[in-house]
Nanobody, 120 residues
């Protein structure tokens, strides 16, 4: 059974940084079956994709809204994916979700989310 558990959210001032973590269980990054992605959803807005990483190859991709301020990475040994957010802005305030996506079957799994609030 696949489970994704996010952590690391919180209240941060504009210009600050956070590192979000997502621990995955029920599958292993080493087998390359799932790619990992981060999404976010602000109040009254649709969920939007933020960043993605191919778990074995480490290839990354970012949304334009976070390009240059955001780094997605993974620790294969810990089966954990990270999202480092820098120079945070109030518009980054959202519930951040971890997603595991199998491109071969289109199966996907979601975590419960971790709240990021950017405010002075």
């Amino acid at each position: 059974q696949v489970q994704l558990v996010e952590s690391g959210g919180g209240l941060v001032q504009p210009g600050g940084s956070l590192r979000l973590s997502c621990v995955a269980s029920g599958f292993t990054f080493r087998n390359g079956m799932y790619n990992m992605r981060w999404y976010r959803q602000a109040p009254e807005k649709a969920r939007e994709w933020v960043a993605g990483i191919v778990t074995v190859a480490g290839v990354t991709k970012y949304a334009d809204s976070v390009e240059g301020r955001c780094t997605i990475s993974r620790d294969i040994a810990k089966n954990t994916v990270y999202l480092r957010l820098n120079d945070l802005k109030p518009e980054d305030t959202a519930l951040y979700y971890c997603n595991a996506y199998n491109p071969y079957t289109s199966n996907e799994f979601w975590g419960q989310g971790t709240q990021v609030t950017v405010s002075s």
